[in-house]
């Protein structure tokens, strides 16, 4: 059972648009969600957090909001740059402090 | 600033064969961490290291064995490497277990094994 889910593999978007990667959870002891960005050939590198008792967080052009009735949560790039073309792993953590990472979705931003 | 460091960067076994992989830190992070990720896949734990002195199974531990040599080392063996394993495997550490909130996990730049 996977209990963070990323169900989009792949969006492609214009530069200067805004770009909206989604992320699904099931376990409500999560107690922080983290958005990583991994380009290829690298380890992925933190990008930014939420707790669970916030609803947004943000960070120059990312914004992460989260829905706790609706586990959900996304991740807002406003406006888009081609530099940000990479793969977005959403996370989560629980309050004993164990980790688990989504599928990831491919972000492409067209120039 | 190094990071997170992984050796080798790439390998190729043959089954059955023994392999170490190698990770330090020079952040002077408690916890530190093994991950595995397969084509279109997550992030998998297979183990994790809380504080030296100890380690504990992730979500895929089955095939490997860890050990967390000190603070800043933290190693990954395959004893009889399978088919199976091969993977890209990325090491990480963070000040705290989990690496929540404004102390996330550090990735190093993974190590790509392939086993024939």
């Known amino acids: 059972d996977q209990q963070v889910k990323q169900n989009s593999p792949s969006l492609s978007v214009q530069e200067g648009r805004i770009s909206i990667l989604n992320c699904d959870y099931t376990n409500s002891m999560f107690d922080y969600f983290l958005w990583y960005k991994k380009y290829p050939a690298e380890g992925p590198t933190f990008l930014i957090s939420?707790?669970?008792?916030?609803d947004k967080n943000e960070d120059g052009r990312f914004t992460v909001f989260l829905n706790k009735s609706a586990k959900h949560l996304s991740l807002h790039i406003v406006p888009s740059q081609p530099g940000d073309s990479a793969v977005y792993f959403c996370?989560?953590?629980?309050?004993?402090?164990?980790?688990?990472f989504g599928d990831g979705t491919t972000l492409t931003v067209k120039p | 600033n190094a990071g997170v460091t992984q050796t080798p960067k790439f390998q190729v076994l043959k089954t059955g064969q023994s392999m170490t992989l190698q990770c330090a830190q020079d952040?002077?992070?408690?916890?530190m961490y093994w991950y595995r990720q397969d084509p279109g896949m997550g992030l998998r734990l297979i183990y994790y290291s809380a504080s030296e002195g100890t380690t504990d199974k992730g979500e895929v531990p089955n095939g490997y064995n860890v050990s967390r040599l000190n603070k800043r080392e933290f190693s990954l063996r395959l004893e009889s490497a399978a088919p199976s394993q091969t993977s890209v495997y990325f090491c990480?550490?963070?000040?705290?277990?989990?690496?929540?909130?404004?102390?996330?996990?550090?990735f190093g730049d993974g190590t790509r094994l392939s086993i024939l």
């Open positions: 996370a989560a953590i629980t309050n004993a402090g164990k980790s688990t």
């Open positions: 939420i707790s669970s008792i916030k």
């Open positions: 990480a550490s963070s000040e705290i277990q989990g690496g929540a909130g404004d102390q996330p996990q550090h």
């Open positions: 952040m002077n992070h408690n916890s």
